[in-house]
């Protein structure tokens, strides 16, 4: 076998366009890929549930008014919106993958808006936002969408809040009334002030003591400082006058980047290793060899494996060229690094019994790489297509399908690697297909031969 | 002159009622062949009579329906009707792999005697893919004899060659065989396998109608054209 080994390094070692391409190639793809994952489902499903009774969703803001429910209408106008009861079946469908996020409006929202509106104190208004992080692509996606659409809503309150405002400096001008933490006034204002101070300037000799009056002006200049004081409340409640609290399922929480940089690497192990293995067996059938080498030379097994292991040898170093020079750019977890070697090793594997269990079917070296290039790019395709995005039923077939091909388990495998997910399992469903897959193309290699 | 008429005395591969099928169509019924130490046998007959398939069954490279074959320790060689080398490499990586896959002991040295003995060591170095059909043909017989077997399988070696080529594949050969190795070519040239060949075994729809000497092939010795007293024997038997 490693004589065999040495022999097909020595010929990809004579076609340095080969090499070429095939360093290049993947490359150029997987960045093709990274930059389509920058788009998400226009319309995803997600979970609703307002919590506000329908009586109080109005906040009393002295002589005005604001309703909490078109500020929620214009949070869910931009998703196909799924009512839920309570908390518990928002959970279960976000878990389930049935709707890509879950809202919710807790009920004490409209008495925290009030509070920050009023400069009551206490914490500031927030909605829930409970996602699936499994799918690091869905899981930005939804982040981005909801986080659009709360800016939205903030505002459409920014416009109510800014409205209240001028009464609060038309009050400050030409006095009224005015609560402050729970406590009413009645501010002289302004122009009072200063027809008072002119008066009493007026009608002041020089010995005066009227000394009540000034006590009002100095009063409201109190005031009029304790209101600067609060000002920074009150922008800041203008600002962005509702907050998110984020629950992420599923344990973990890829950055898209990260993710990306896994789709990169995996597209590069996928393509390299699949053209080389299927190629390097179909070469073997093209040069007629393939029978003067089972007929006694080699045993059929372990030419497959010769096969798999310089084409998973080949594409793995690929991968890992890959990530090391995107991890110049993007913060990768070098400490994992060994984890991402496994994980590549792994997928490598997989690719590798897949591809000669292709050259197997493939007569000459060209339609064996015609062949790896139909099968393996639309279902790589299809392995990043996020839920939601499609029906349901659709999304099924489409998981089932993904699952029979290594580069869905081997992206998860990675991205657990480069995160910090438990990847047993990605590993485990590898070495399934590996398996499966060398063992369909040791059935079928006597046939080929034949 | 029937087949099976000549009894194994000193065969050094040996093979009893092969038998293959593929689906409904006989291609060998019970077949019986043997070959001596440093015997040139030659299986001619028409396309399609089973030559191929017998010397595939022989060599191990395809099973067989029925029957049994013995084979010599010291292994069997087989050359391929197609060229069965790597056209990327050099004459001489070809025969040093296939000596190391062979297991052949002392590989520098059978590498360079194969390349004197094949007349390769001037093309030694070069790529397979870019050499003649001639010379390629050579390299496939070399590796074929790679691991000194005691026994030879060819299938047509000489079909894609001009006269010239052809003799001195011919010489090649035996030489192997005046060094005791056994010879067992297929050929559709009955030319070639009466200048060349101790014995025959002619084959037609997987049946064998003559095993003897060549000179014993009916009426060959009364007419010049050896393809036509061929063609005439196997109208006679019903072929």
Redesign the interface.
């Known amino acids: 076998m490693r ?2 080994a040495l ?1 097909d390094l ?2 990809l070692g ?2 340095p366009l080969l090499v070429a391409t095939l360093l290049l190639y993947p490359a150029i793809v997987a960045l093709l890929i990274g930059l389509s994952l920058s788009r998400g489902p226009d319309t995803p499903r997600v979970a609703v549930l307002n919590e506000v009774p329908a009586g109080e969703r109005t906040i009393a803001v002295g002589p005005a008014s604001i309703d909490t429910d078109r500020y929620a209408k214009e949070l869910f106008s931009a998703v196909d919106a799924v009512p839920v009861r309570d908390r518990k079946q928002a959970r279960e469908l976000v878990q389930s993958g049935e709707v890509l996020a879950a809202i919710i409006v807790p009920a004490d929202v409209t008495d925290r808006l009030k509070s920050a509106i009023n400069l009551s104190g206490g914490p500031a208004p927030q909605i829930d936002v409970i996602y699936n992080a499994g799918d690091p692509l869905k899981a930005n996606y939804v982040k981005s969408l909801i986080e659009s659409k709360v800016a939205d809503a903030n505002r459409v309150l920014q416009t109510r809040l800014t409205e209240i405002s001028a009464g609060y400096l038309g009050i400050l001008l030409r006095g009224g009334s005015f609560a402050v933490l729970g406590n009413d006034f009645e501010v002289l204002g302004l122009r009072h002030s200063k027809e008072i101070i002119d008066a009493t300037l007026g009608d002041l000799p020089p010995d005066s003591l009227h000394r009540a009056p000034l006590r009002e002006v100095s009063d409201f200049a109190q005031l009029a400082i304790d209101n600067l004081d609060l000002s920074d409340q009150v922008l800041a409640a203008v600002a962005e006058p509702v907050g998110i609290r984020r629950e992420v399922l599923d344990g973990r929480d890829t950055p898209l980047e990260t993710f990306a940089v896994g789709v990169a690497a995996i597209v590069s192990l996928m393509l390299v290793t699949l053209l080389l293995a299927s190629g390097l067996l179909a070469l073997e059938r093209q ?3 393939l ?3 089972i ?4 045993r059929p097994g372990a030419l497959l494996a010769e096969k798999a292991l310089v084409a998973g040898a080949c594409g793995t170093g690929v991968a890992l060229l890959l990530l090391a020079v995107v991890g110049i750019f993007v913060p990768l977890a070098w400490e994992r690094a060994g984890l991402w070697a496994l994980a590549i090793a792994a997928g490598a594997a997989a690719f590798g019994a897949l591809g000669v269990a292709l050259g197997v079917v493939a007569r000459e070296v060209q339609a064996a790489s015609l062949l790896a290039f139909v099968l393996s790019l639309p279902l790589a395709f299809l392995a990043v297509v996020p839920q939601g995005a499609v029906s349901a039923g659709l999304f099924d077939v489409i998981s089932v399908v993904s699952a029979l091909f290594p580069f869905e388990p081997a992206l998860d495998a990675l991205g657990d690697a480069l995160g910090d997910g438990a990847m047993g399992g990605d590993l485990l469903h590898l070495a399934v297909l590996a398996a499966v897959y060398g063992l369909v193309a040791r059935v079928a290699l006597p046939r080929a ?2 | 002159m029937c087949a099976a008429s000549h009894v194994a005395a000193d065969a050094v591969l040996q093979a009893r009622g092969v038998r293959k099928l593929f689906g409904e169509r006989h291609a060998l019924r019970a077949i019986d062949v043997h070959v001596d130490a440093g015997e040139v046998l030659a299986v001619i007959g028409p396309n399609g009579a089973g030559k191929t398939t017998l010397l595939e069954i022989l ?4 099973r067989m329906d029925g029957g049994e074959v013995d084979r010599p320790a010291r ?1 069997v060689g ?1 050359v ?1 009707q ?8 050099t004459v001489e ?1 070809n025969l040093r ?2 000596a ?3 297991r052949v002991a002392d590989i520098e040295r059978s590498v360079a005697a194969m390349l004197d003995d094949a007349g390769l060591r001037e093309r030694a170095g070069d790529l397979v893919e870019r050499l003649s059909g001639g010379y390629r043909q050579r390299v496939n017989v070399a ?1 074929g004899l790679l691991g000194d077997p005691a026994v030879v399988l060819l299938d047509e070696p000489s079909a894609s060659l001009d006269p010239r080529q052809r003799e001195r594949l011919w010489s090649f050969l035996e030489r192997r065989a005046a060094a005791g190795t056994a010879l067992l070519v297929t050929t559709h040239d009955v030319a070639e396998a009466w200048r060349h060949a101790d014995r025959v075994i002619v084959l037609a729809d997987g049946e064998a109608l003559f095993d003897g000497p060549p000179a014993e092939l009916p009426r060959a010795g009364d007419e010049a054209d050896f393809e036509a007293a061929l063609v005439r024997f196997l109208e006679e038997q019903g072929h």
Do not use: Y
């Not at chain 1, 007929?295 to 080699?298: A, C, P, T």
């Open positions: 004589w065999l022999k020595r010929i004579r076609s040069d007629n060899t029978r003067r080498l007929r006694g030379l080699v031969a034949a | 060599s191990g490279a395809q292994g087989w391929p197609q060229l069965s080398i790597h056209g990327r490499l990586e792999l296939f190391r896959l062979e590796v």
